[in-house]
Structures are given as C-alpha cells and as structure tokens.
C-alpha cells in the first residue's frame, strides 16, 4: 500500500522515515520524497503509532485526497529541480499535468486554492533554492548554471533571484567567504559588518554584542526583508542545517505545526513597525526534533537613521 506524508522535502527527512518505519517493524519497498509504498496494509493501531512518530518529528501522515495530490504536485517539483540531472525540455504545465495524469488547470486552481500561491512561483522558490545551492558549491558559473536551470540568459536568473531573496549573486557568492572569516574569529566578523553596513552602535551596543557572540549566543543577521545574509557557528550547530540551508533564506524555514501561531504573529507586527522584540517560540532543528528558542531582535540603522538590518540573538530554553 502507498501513504503519503507532508513536510517530507530532503533526503534527511528519508532517512528520518526509514529509521521510523523500522522501529515500528513496517516493512517497506520504497520510501521517496512524500511518499512511502509498504509491503502490506497497516492496522488501524499501526497507521495511529505512525500518525504520532511522524508527528513528534515534525512530518505527518496525510488522509485527505485533495491534501495527497498537493503534496505529490510539490514532490514532483522538488525532484525535478533538486534532483533531475537535468530539468525537462517541455513546458512545466505538459511535464505536470503527464507525471500526475490530470489537467492542468485543476492542479493548478487547486494548489492556488490550498497553498495560496501558485505552481509556477513554486516553481521558481525551487530554482532559486537550486541557484543558491549551485553558487555555494562554486563548481559552475553563473552562464553555466543558466543553462543548467533552463533560464533564458543570465540576466533573466540574477533579476529572478533578486526579486526572491533581494540579494545579488554576486553578494550572495560573498556571503561564502564571510563564513570563512566567521571560522576565525566571529567578532572581527561582526565589526566588518558594521563598518561595512555603517551602522549607528555606541558602544554599550558593540559590548553587548561582542559578549553575545563570546558567549556562545546564536547570531542571526537579516535585511529589512528578514531574508538571512549571516548566521553564527552556534546557530548552525543548534538547529543542524548547514550554511546552504539557512543563506537567501527567511528564519520561517525553522518554524513547523507546533510553532504558536500568536507569537509568530507579535513577531511580525514588531518586524513591521521596526521596533525591538523579545519572545520564545518553539523551532525545529534540520532532523524534525523541536526546541524552545528565546530571542531579541533588534532593527539595525545607518548613521543617516535608514533601516539597513535586523540582528537576532538567542539562545536554547531548557
């Protein structure tokens, strides 16, 4: 029989499944990308244990039909962007609608309908993952990962990946070598930024942070669109991702189903109006497990008063 699972987008989330199934004695052909083919039926106790381990890693089990297809019309994209050796020569609409066996027009009003965005700007969220994992690799050219993706010219993927993540490709290549830097001393890094950005810190804020970062205190660095241009070495050693996971990327990647949904609300309000926020919300690390994060955010101004960033600090509740 074949059951279907959100959230399941990474090979790690495969392994995660594997380990699961194993431990409930669920024997299994074939586990893909949202998708898991048993070798038998599952009792009615077998599929509530499932729906609860799954859960507990931040994946679930899913019933509903519609829920089904929305997943596989998301698992078809990743696989055919991430992991295709190279992406299809038809249009995305013909490749689709052949793959799932149904008209276009229904998988795309609804995906629109549940998702509330739609197929192609999935589509493009996807390529533009794909770029950013490209550019960090360093083993292909920007010419040759246009071709590579199927973009018209090198023009067309930099205004794309601008307008997603408002960044360059050229700063974004950058961001690489300040980790480099940040494996030295992430002090010295923060005082290149602020020289860099020319921001307005006295010196009770620079001792501040400074005494974070040398503490040990997770450091996030965005721009005004929350999208993530630095995150410390505690960072990525709290929350397991790597720093391909987290660069072009907004924090709401770390944020799950049990994420509440009133502080992801006051947290954006006080984002929105610039203004300081402390808060706790519970995250989820690259393997599903969840924790309880504390953290300040603070907005970030030039010397002439303009908004250039916003720096998070936190730190794990136990």
């Not at 409930?24 to 038998?40: M, N, S």
């Not at 149904?102 to 795309?108: K, N, V």
């Not at 790597?242 to 944020?255: M, N």
Request: aromatic share 10%.
């Amino acid at each position: 029989m074949k059951i279907y699972i959100r959230y399941m987008v990474s090979r790690r989330c495969k392994l995660v499944v594997q380990a699961i199934l194993d431990q409930l004695g669920l024997q299994y052909l074939l586990v893909d990308l949202g998708e898991v083919e048993l070798k038998a039926e599952m009792t009615a106790d077998q599929r509530d244990q499932l729906k609860i381990a799954l859960l507990i890693v931040g994946l679930e089990l899913m019933d509903d039909k519609k829920a089904i297809l929305i997943e596989k019309i998301k698992t078809l994209i990743i696989d055919m962007v991430h992991y295709a050796d190279e992406l299809p020569k038809t249009n995305n609409s013909d490749y689709i609608s052949q793959k799932l066996n149904y008209d276009y027009t229904y998988l795309t009003n609804l995906f629109s309908q549940v998702t509330g965005t739609t197929i192609e700007h999935y589509i493009i969220t996807q390529r533009i993952e794909r770029v950013k994992e490209l550019l960090l690799y360093d083993k292909l050219n920007l010419t040759q990962i246009a071709y590579k993706l199927n973009y018209s010219s090198v023009a067309h993927l930099s205004n794309q990946f601008k307008k997603v993540t408002g960044l360059t490709t050229t700063f974004f290549k950058k961001l690489k070598r300040h980790h480099r830097l940040a494996q030295h001393d992430e002090v010295l890094l923060f005082d290149e930024f602020s020289k860099l950005f020319a921001w307005s810190l006295n010196g009770r804020q620079s001792h501040y942070y400074h005494r974070s970062i040398r503490r040990g205190c997770i450091m996030v660095l965005t721009n005004p669109m929350q999208t993530i241009l630095w995150a410390s070495r505690s960072f990525l050693t709290m929350t397991g991702y790597k720093p391909i996971d987290v660069l072009g990327k907004t924090p709401h990647f770390l944020l799950g189903p049990g994420s509440d949904a009133t502080t992801i609300r006051f947290i954006r309000k006080q984002l929105n109006d610039i203004q300081t926020l402390e808060a706790d919300i519970l995250n989820y690390r690259s393997n599903g497990e969840t924790f309880v994060c504390h953290l300040r955010i603070d907005p970030l101004h030039n010397q002439q008063g303009e908004l250039t960033h916003f720096i998070g600090v936190e730190y794990e509740q136990v």
